[in-house]
Nanobody, 123 residues
Framework: QVQLVESGGGLVQAGASLRLSCAAS????????MGWFRRAPGKEREFVAA????????RYADSVKGRFTISRDNAKSTGYLQMNSLKPEDTAVYYC????????????????WGQGTQVTVSS
């Protein structure tokens, strides 16, 4: 079992920055990939970013590439999503996820999910 707790969400204006954190606990050593998904009101969950254990490989959705940066600190069992130049269309609940291998974009391939943190970007 793995527990994931997100934090760092909030209400900001367009153009601002936020950093989300994901604290992991439990059998984290078995899950090498950490990622972020989001769900906007009335929409399906969508892939945002993923990172491998070493941090050397990352993958991003086209909609956030160049604005968001995913990172992790394995010593602290914590992942991060730095979000810059936020847009109103980034408004969503953001979920931290983990899986064993592979920087997949597919919702069903991630074994554990956090409860989510709300990000609201006003225009």
């Amino acid at each position: 079992q793995v527990q994931l707790v997100e934090s760092g969400g909030g209400l900001v204006q367009a153009g601002a920055s936020l950093r989300l954190s994901c604290a992991a606990s439990g059998r984290t050593s078995s899950y090498f990939v950490m990622g972020w998904f989001r769900r906007a009101p009335g929409k399906e969950r969508e892939f945002v970013a993923a990172i491998d254990w070493s941090g050397g490989r990352t993958r991003y959705a086209d909609s956030v590439k160049g604005r968001f940066t995913i990172s992790r600190d394995n010593a602290k069992s914590t992942g991060y999503l730095q979000m810059n130049s936020l847009k109103p269309e980034d408004t969503a609940v953001y979920y931290c996820v983990v899986k064993v291998f592979g920087l997949s974009r597919l919702v069903g391939e991630y074994q554990y999910w956090g409860q989510g943190t709300q990000v609201t970007v006003s225009s």
